[in-house]
């Protein structure tokens, strides 16, 4: 991913030095960090709404997954 963000830049015109690999990479991780958030979210979710059904006998959803 960080040679796709790499090319975008050069793409663009804003690569070429030491400052712009090290922002590059920045991304990158804050784009990781992100998606790892996303996936724990997910999870966290999934999990509670398996405890729910347990004891209501309905699976909750949340209601920004019924709008989707």
């Known amino acids: 991913m960080t040679e ?3 090319e975008q830049m050069s793409h663009n015109g804003f ?5 712009d690999d090290v922002a ?3 991304l990158v991780t ?3 960090d992100l998606e790892q958030w996303e996936q724990t ?4 979710l999934a999990a509670f709404a398996d405890a729910s ?3 209501s006998g309905e699976r909750w959803v949340a209601a920004a ?3 989707m």
């Open 24 to 26: 590059a990479e920045e």
């Open 41 to 44: 979210l997910t999870d966290a």
């Open 53 to 55: 059904a347990r004891h």
């Open 15 to 19: 690569f070429g030095s030491e400052i």
């Open 4 to 6: 796709m963000v790499r």
């Open 65 to 67: 997954a019924l709008a």
């Open 30 to 32: 804050q784009r990781d």
